[in-house]
């Protein structure tokens, strides 16, 4: 399968898509425990943590208003966490490629790997 990486987003000046698929027009975000606050695994700083609070916040909703942009576009997003099984999540890109989502699919938007359908 085809793919491209650091991919800039249409819109959206100085963002990027970690993999895209672009036939397919599917975007997977490979997403960091700490910098999008993984449920399982994010930590709080506790040196300047008022700072730290107001960051992680802003990169949360900077991936909210990406992934709801690109689904607006026709896009499938995949966000992955970090510390996912690299195989499981290939296999459900390779799904997702092999038999495209219908209008009709439920819209998953919270990891782990999760989709946003268009």
Known sequence: MRYR?????????????????????IAVFV???FWHGCPEHATSPTANGVWWAAKLSANRERDRTTTEHLRENGWTVVRMWEHE????????IEHLIRTPLSASAPTV???PCSIASP
Do not use: Q, Y
């Open 109 to 111: 938007s919270s990891n």
């Open 31 to 33: 997403d960091g425990c």
């Open 85 to 92: 099984e690299p195989d499981h999540v290939a296999a459900h």
């Open 5 to 25: 990486v650091t991919w800039p987003i249409p819109g959206l000046p100085r963002r990027t898509i970690d993999i895209v698929f672009t036939r397919a027009r």
